[in-house]
């Protein structure tokens, strides 16, 4: 086994989210329990005995022979799942149900309940993807907590809080009602577009984390992208996104670790058979009428991926889509975006103005890419003080030791270009 | 060679599931380095954790042991030329990455 596979961590959401539909949401704990105890299981076996030849199957039939022992202890004493009935409670039947719930069809579409359960729009987002990390992804709140540089004391607490909000209902999340299903959507959309982002250009100074969430992201995604019901065009577009922006993770550290910059990085080292997918997405993403936020920024990525160089970009159609972009979603940091690209097309001074036009640019104030751009821009009309200026600006509020480092070169560069 | 059983006592470490996993790496790598140096006769069975302790002339059944110091959580049998290298191969054993994990190392009489 590699050990990069995580096939705990992967197996983990399979199993709570098949536990859960069978013993209900409300016994969620239980779920856990159970999951946890074939963990321990397989664990003291596979190290005596190796791994079995199918790991994941060893791990479900543990985790349903355990599951037997528990309805069969316990089944006068609980309630569990209503959709299962009486099928639990005789012995006659509750073996035949339990060898059909975990039918491996069954279990896709328990862990797409889960992640509708997750996303709550009852839940703040933050809350949706912590729980969609520990519960789907099989993170712990110390895992998530360091991932997403927040407090362990907080995560714990939004978690057993979105766990008291899923245990309300009794069941997960059900995919019959197309309306229902189609709103709850857009709410997973996001919370897996965070979540992304969140590993993309997220606060954790570690690479390998960092890399890890957008990889999670791309797996739940998948997992939309394989039921009927929820491989919508808005779907395919997110998923597009996802793998353009992912080809470009292998060139976001150069050789001594250093965060490259956009411009800087050796395109060489792109995943272009990530890209390549991401693009095809895109084009089947482009079926439906919808034109939402994901369609565009993959739309973007897809510009410059098909450039090999910054010069050989066609700045002038990512003006046009950011000009779109800026029409559906108004924001200062769409807007900066949309000022980077103009100056890469109509030039450096055309860029300033239109960083200077930003509506409410002042939120953007505590953003250091925003000073960062305005030190860029500036450098490039041979501006050295006035870009040394906003760089050391961009490092009053710089987020961690990977950018700090990133703009102290620039800083250096910035003196390097003063006149002597 | 002579032949040694091991026997591994120690709280079962428990965690995240990518905690567990890697405990379980670490142990699947440090028995198969012991194989393929020739060292593991058998690499031996994890034991549940409670059990039955018969006692006496009255053969009193008692629950346990429960005390984490003299639960057995499985043994493994090696081969190695003396007691001290017996003891010397123990070391890399993953048991020692958590407080109290100990592994007890006995000669196995040839018959």
């Given amino acids: ?420 | 060679m002579s032949e040694f059983l091991y026997l591994y006592r120690g709280s079962r470490p428990s965690g995240s599931p990518e905690e567990m996993q890697q405990v379980m790496q670490k142990w699947m790598n440090w028995l198969s380095e012991l194989g393929s140096k020739g060292h593991l006769k058998a690499p031996g069975h994890p034991l549940e954790q409670s059990g039955k302790v018969v006692t006496g002339k009255a053969r009193v059944v008692t629950d346990g042991p429960f005390a984490e110091k003299d639960v057995v959580g499985g043994y493994s049998i090696v081969e190695a030329k003396s007691i001290e290298e017996a003891t010397e191969l123990a070391n890399g054993c993953p048991i020692f990455d958590f407080a109290g994990g100990t592994v007890e190392v006995r000669p196995i009489m040839q018959m």
């Fill in chain 1, 1 to 420: 086994m590699d050990p990069s596979d995580h096939l705990f961590r992967h197996e983990s959401g399979r199993m709570v989210a098949a536990l859960t539909r069978i013993f209900g949401v409300h016994n969620y704990a239980l779920a856990e329990d159970v999951v946890q105890d074939a963990f321990v299981r397989a664990m003291e076996v596979w190290k005596f005995a190796g791994m079995p030849d199918n790991p994941s199957a060893w791990l479900m039939t543990t985790a349903k022979n355990r599951a037997r022992d528990v309805l069969r202890r316990e089944r006068t004493a609980r309630t569990f799942a209503p959709e299962l009935g009486k099928l639990l409670e005789s012995e006659w039947t509750l073996s035949t149900a339990l060898e059909e719930n975990f039918s491996p069809h069954l279990v896709q579409d328990d862990l797409l309940r889960m992640m509708f359960s997750c996303c709550d729009p009852e839940l703040p987002e933050i809350a949706q993807i912590a729980l969609i990390l520990n519960i789907l992804c099989g993170f712990s709140a110390g895992e998530i907590a360091s991932a997403l540089l927040t407090g362990l004391a907080a995560i714990e607490k939004r978690i057993s809080r979105g766990k008291k909000v899923l245990a309300q209902s009794d069941r997960l999340f059900q995919l019959t009602d197309a309306r229902e299903v189609a709103n709850r959507l857009s709410t997973v959309h996001q919370a897996l577009y965070l979540l992304f982002n969140e590993g993309y250009h997220g606060s954790s100074p570690s690479a390998a984390i960092r890399s890890e969430l957008c990889f999670e992201a791309m797996r739940l995604t998948d997992l939309l992208r394989e039921s009927h019901l929820t491989a919508t065009p808005t779907t395919l577009a997110l998923a597009a996104l996802m793998a353009l922006h992912a080809s470009r993770l292998p060139a976001r550290l150069d050789a001594a670790g250093n965060l490259s910059s956009f411009v800087e990085q050796d395109r060489s080292r792109w995943d272009h058979e990530l890209a390549g997918k991401g693009i095809q997405l895109l084009e089947r993403a482009a079926e439906g009428s919808e034109v939402t936020v994901y369609h565009l920024e993959a739309a973007i990525a897809a510009v410059h991926s098909r450039a090999r160089s910054v010069e050989e970009t066609d700045w002038a159609a990512i003006v046009f889509l950011y000009d779109r972009l800026l029409e559906i979603n108004p924001s200062p940091v769409v807007a900066l975006s949309r000022a980077i690209a103009v100056a890469e097309a109509e030039g450096a001074a055309h860029g300033l103005e239109a960083i200077r036009a930003i509506d409410e640019r002042e939120r953007l104030e505590r953003y250091p890419f925003f000073h960062a751009a305005l030190g860029e821009l500036e450098l490039r009309l041979d501006h050295g003080r006035a870009a040394e200026a906003h760089f050391l600006d961009a490092l009053r509020v710089a987020r961690n030791p990977t950018e700090r480092e990133f703009l102290s070169r620039r800083i250096a560069a910035a003196g390097a270009a003063l006149p002597t």
